[in-house]
């Protein structure tokens, strides 16, 4: 097999990132250890929690367990087995090679380190490892030994070659059993039969069992720990896709609440996990070759024209626009909507009538000179166009592509009273386009003070927020969570609306041009914490700019099955992941026929999407078309697609097969009733109306709530019920010197409204450092 090398030195603003393989070890034929230079992971690690780890630029994310730590050397360690052809480009990796990303850690810590120590010297724990799960086991049950508690440790796999990391056991626990299915090496049977045996013939008693494996193992081991009456806790890691929480993959039920593994877990109740869900969810993502082992080794848990540019001049019609012909683009990813030329943008902007009271500027959310940006380009000064927007806005050539101009500044537009009104978002547009393809861009205001401030995400408030601060010399640093930077920009607008490395890339390099730093792979809340940012790192103010990357639910029936994504995770592997490219690992799962549930731009995107991959695409939307939520254009070119509507309908189960596939959604016809607390009509159910619908892949695109990982794990800063943090006019939080906005605070809007929040937060930060350092 032609062997895999990778080198990769990621410069980033002015940092240097980089993970190196320190040592890597073969432990079977199929299994690796490697220890993996990680200083911030290996700082903020431990036991139980989890990494993500992504080779190079094209390779997939890949979820796996911390299987130690060493603080003072900055390092930490991976187990991982060959199933599909990810993990064997991982595995072929050597020592002083280097990958990419090596983000972490993830996930909650096991439950235990936050229990009193005392009591836990009374508690007599078991640990059952089965295969691979010997890796996360061991650092919970050195953590115990090391806080002066023994443990017993029953390790358990098919045969005696299969076993791992049992020296490394006996080296902390109190006894450690090793037992086979072929009793080729120590007890003979399964590791229910192994511990049975322990209790019934040997004496022991558990008043606590820990159980990582495999999931049909966890499944059979916490039937025989109710019956024998012992607490039991499983991790679910394997069912983990990205890691961070936002895609809603690693969802499972745990009595009869929906939990998501990466964010409430990885460690549940045993008892309480419905298992045979579990097991058809962890296959969705598999390779076939991943797929044909688990199968094997689990048995029957499987079972336009373009529009043109005919001159108008009619100065009541603004000026059309170029656009690929609908069905070309529906067939690739490239841009659809293809702007204005310098003729066609000089010829737009002579129908702005330059209103001394400029309504348009009133209805944009960071208050761009509109008439004044205008008036240059009506000039052909299309420089001093790009100088005016650069004062208000770090983004023009995001926000001319994706903000919804016509409920804002196009919306207030006076032409548009009696006519079309002026196209302000194509025109920035062109503006912003022309002066990335003239290499023009405007330095900082003021000399650098080495006053540092950190921001926490890289989306549209992060980066407006980190360019007004390096305008006004801070020594900015932007943490991701993500391998790249841009945050929504990024992971969740799909290719044709919005081209990463021509647009998205092209801003924040800008960015950076300013002096800021991008660190990726830092999760804060586990990486690092805002705590830690301040007391250990000297920043002395912070924005939390971090979005709202949780996806919601219906909670109908059958919304666990394989085949029911959330846009988030699916426009998430598809954008960020690259997963439309076949020159990527990034496996994506799009059937015949995909229906997207909601009305928003997501759900536009979601569908637009699939119908790309090559899924029938149709959208299914509770109200009537007159109350979609999504742009009017997007609903327009979703339409010229040929996107189907399904609108007045709502979706009341998901009809699953014996494999856990979908066969079909069962859905109820809906009429308009009185107006409810958003100001549309409440939709309400026809009696009599459910009808099948013919699908095999369900998307729901019904919205994203703020994580709380940082709010968790901050103290002192206040959220209200809906998770979002709280914040006053000033876009200041409850504790002294940490500000945040954009959908971390609102839940999730729109682009322009989160760079809104973000310059707010920034004029805000440096009122409060002027004036704490003048007080010095």
Known sequence: MEKYKFYSLIKIGECD????????????????????????????????????????????????????????????KIVLQTVGASTIKLAEIEENDFVNDFVGPLGNPSEFIYEDIEDLKKENIIFVAGGVGAAPVYPQVKWLKEHGIDCDVIIGARSKDLIILEDEMKKMARDVYVSTDDGSYGFNGRVTDCLKDLIDNKGKKY???????????????????????????????TIMVDGTGMCGACRVTVGDEVKFACCDGPEFDGHLVDFDEAMRRQTMFKTPEGRAILKMEEGDTHSNGSCGCQEDKKKSIRVPVREQDPKERAKNFEEVCLGYNKEEAMREAERCLNCKNPRCVQGCPVKINIPAFISKVKDGDIEGAAKVISISSSLPSVCGRVCPQESQCEGKCVVGIKNDPLAIGKLER???DWARENGVSFGVEEEANGIKVAVVGSGPSGLACAGDLAKKGYDVTIFEAFHEAGGVLTYGIPEFRLPKQKVVQSEINNIKKLGVKIETNVVIGRTITIDELIENEGFEAIFIGSGAGLPTFMGIPGENANGV?????????VNLM????????????????????????????????????GSESSIVYRRSEKELPARVEEVHHAKEEGIV?????????????????????ICV??????????????????????????????????????????????????????????????????????????????????VISAMGAGKTAAASIDKYLREKHANK
Do not use: W
């Open 565 to 573: 994504l959330s846009a988030n995770e699916y426009l998430t592997r």
């Open 207 to 237: 008043t606590r069992a820990i159980v990582i494996g495999p999931m049909i193992m966890m499944k059979f081991m916490c039937m025989l720990t109710k019956e024998l009456n012992i607490p039991t806790t499983v991790s679910l890691n």
């Open 17 to 76: 990132m980089s993970f190196r393989i320190v040592k890597k070890e073969r432990l079977t034929d199929k299994i690796f250890a490697m220890e993996i230079e990680a200083p911030r992971v290996a700082k903020a690690a431990n036991p139980g929690q989890f990494i993500i780890i992504k080779i190079d630029e094209k390779g997939e994310r890949v979820p796996l367990t911390i299987a130690d730590y060493d603080k003072e050397k900055g390092t930490v």
């Open 578 to 613: 690259k997963a439309y490219d076949d020159s990527y690992d990034t496996p994506i799962n799009i059937g015949k026929k995909a229906a997207i549930v909601g009305g928003g731009n997501v759900a536009m995107d979601a569908a637009r999407t699939a119908l790309r991959l």
């Open 669 to 750: 016809k809906m009429e308009l009733g009185e107006p409810d607390e958003s100001g549309r009509r409440r939709p309400i159910e026809i009696p009599g109306s459910e009808f099948e619908m013919e699908v095999d892949t369900v998307i729901m695109a019904l919205g994203t709530r703020p994580n709380p990982l940082i709010s968790s794990t901050t103290k002192g800063l206040d959220v209200n019920r809906k998770k979002c943090i709280v914040v006053n006019e000033d876009e200041q939080t409850s504790k002294e010197g940490v500000y945040a906005g954009g959908d971390a605070v609102t839940g999730a809007a729109t």
């Open 645 to 665: 509507f399904h609108t007045l309908t709502n979706p009341k189960e998901i009809l699953v097969n014996e494999d856990g596939s979908i066969r079909g959604m």
């Open 430 to 432: 062109f503006v912003g």
